[in-house]
């Protein structure tokens, strides 16, 4: 079992086919968190409930809703970015996460696929997603020439 970081490649196709909106008020994105026992990778194609961390808290099956952060273009790289996404009063460990799209033609299609590499804990406490900056340069979904 392993999660590896990557852009999901079905979403590599459906982005091209027009099926994913990333601007503000377009497609429901959510992430889900995974336990070291996932298999996650770019040929993930859709949210699978296998390996997913327990409810806990606040945190349920599923995950969270992310909130977007809109599309922008600059120095010739297209962006979009999403805002921190924290699950409070939980108790889990993840080791990874899977970023994928409620409102796409096929249901649940993954998106992207994050390797936290360790295990990451909280106990009774608050799990935080942090992203990075919303930049050409660091955004969680780039696309460059």
Do not use: W
């Amino acid at each position: 079992m392993a999660i590896t970081q990557a852009i999901c490649n079905t979403f590599k196709k459906e982005l091209l086919d027009g099926d994913h909106d990333f601007d503000t008020g377009g497609d429901v994105f959510k992430l889900a968190l995974y336990t070291s026992a996932a298999t996650l990778d770019s040929s993930t194609t859709v949210y699978t409930s296998t390996n997913e961390v327990a409810a806990s808290g606040q945190y349920v099956a599923g995950g969270g809703t992310l909130v977007n952060s809109g599309t922008s273009v600059v120095g010739g790289v297209a962006f979009c970015d999403f805002a921190d996404l924290s699950f409070t009063g939980v108790t889990l460990t993840a080791r990874g996460a899977l970023i994928y799209n409620t409102s796409a033609t096929v249901a649940n299609a993954a998106v992207a696929v994050l390797d936290f590499t360790t295990d990451k804990s909280a106990s009774d406490g608050t799990f935080t997603i942090i992203f990075p900056a919303d930049t050409s340069a660091a955004a969680i979904l780039r696309i460059s020439g």
